[in-house]
């Protein structure tokens, strides 16, 4: 099947959703791709706390089937599958699904996320949601005057492990180098910092705990003579050891920074192709929280309507 779309939408995550709302509110008749995970990330957690509308908190799974309906509330065609090739060399883009249908689309909204990397151990799964985190900001809160370890020494693992030390009663940083990769300035706010413990040259073995996360299973100098293996006592357990965008697609194509997030221009979505936009955590090595990407969304949908105005297209 071949098909013409004024704007098509790819991922189904609180940018996605956002973006079909506003796409569609404007007459836009958008597409969307759901992909593998329907509902994006936030599908993983159980509840929301901190999206506002909510003083009591929703339900993750909830909050997303919300944004689904009314995203088709506004006439969004919200599609299972995902889009397996893309061809932005000239517009009208062409793409292509799971199943062979090709889209010619007049624009692109690009929300297909990004996700956290993890150790690779067996534990990090047996504790998901039960001690293990790859969000300070979305779980820190959980972990008020509690002991946590942050995985990582990079700037980001310095950003979380502060943000922890302000909320927990102690955080270690479980350091593999005999250094922190970090920048001076971030290394220093961390080493100066009373209630944070930076174990170096130290690797994750495994978990520990019965109804949750109470330890970590450590090694130091793994594998030199002086190896050395100590358990530490922890609640919480925070992987801050980078995330990989879903852009796989776009490579070539879109320009992307030494991650692979797509870069935008200024404050807008818009990419180096005119009309390809991105939206959410695919574009934001930064904040990667479920209102920022749903804001994000938002503006996307809006540039999309006005390059199409501009365009004659509308
Ligand atoms: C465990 C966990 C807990 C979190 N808790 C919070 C919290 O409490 N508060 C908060 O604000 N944030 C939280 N976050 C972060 C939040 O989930 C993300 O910031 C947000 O989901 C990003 O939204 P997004 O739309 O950019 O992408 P995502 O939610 O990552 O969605 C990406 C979408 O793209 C789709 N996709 C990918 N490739 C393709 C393709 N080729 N074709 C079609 N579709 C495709 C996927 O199926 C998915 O639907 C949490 C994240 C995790 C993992």
């Given at each position: 099947m071949k098909q013409k779309v004024k704007t098509l939408i790819i991922g189904s995550g609180p940018a996605g959703y956002t973006a079909a709302i506003y796409a569609g509110r404007s007459s836009l008749e958008p597409v969307l791709y759901c992909g593998l995970q329907p509902g994006g990330q936030l599908t993983t957690t159980t509840v929301i706390e901190n999206f506002p509308g909510f003083p009591q908190g929703i339900d993750a799974n909830q909050l997303m089937t919300d944004m689904r309906e009314q995203a088709k509330r506004f006439g969004a065609d919200v599609r299972d599958g995902s889009i397996e090739k893309a061809?932005?060399?000239?517009?009208?883009?062409?793409?292509?699904?799971?199943?062979?249908?090709?889209?010619?689309?007049e624009t692109v909204i690009i929300a297909t996320g990004a996700s956290a990397k993890y150790?690779?151990?067996?534990?990090?799964k047996k504790y998901a949601g039960m001690g293990v985190s790859?969000?300070?900001?979305?779980?820190?809160?959980f972990y008020r005057k509690r002991t946590v370890a942050v995985v990582g020494g990079g700037d980001t693992a310095c950003e979380e492990a502060m943000y922890l030390s302000g909320l927990a009663k102690k955080v270690y940083m479980i350091v593999r180098k005999p250094y922190l990769r970090a920048a001076e300035i971030m290394r220093k706010r961390v080493e100066e910092k009373e209630n944070i413990e930076i174990l170096y040259n130290t690797n994750t073995l495994g978990l520990f705990g019965n109804d949750g996360v109470e330890g970590a299973h450590l090694v130091r100098f793994k594998g030199e003579p002086n190896e050395e293996k100590y358990d530490i006592a922890i609640d919480g357990f925070f992987l801050a050891i980078g995330h990989k965008p879903n852009t796989e697609l776009f490579k070539g194509q879109l320009d992307l920074d030494e991650q692979g997030f797509i870069l935008t221009r200024?404050?807008?979505?818009?990419?180096?192709?005119?009309?390809?936009?991105?939206?959410?955590?695919?574009?934001?090595?930064v904040y990667r929280q479920g209102v920022v990407a749903a804001g994000s969304g938002a503006k996307a949908a809006i540039e999309a309507d006005r390059f199409l105005q501009e365009k004659g297209l509308k």
């Open positions: 061809d932005l060399s000239k517009r009208p883009f062409c793409l292509v699904d799971e199943r062979g249908n090709e889209l010619e689309t150790l690779g151990l067996d534990d990090e790859a969000c300070a900001t979305c779980d820190g809160f200024g404050n807008s979505t818009s990419t180096n192709i005119e009309g390809v936009f991105a939206a959410g955590d695919v574009a934001d090595p």
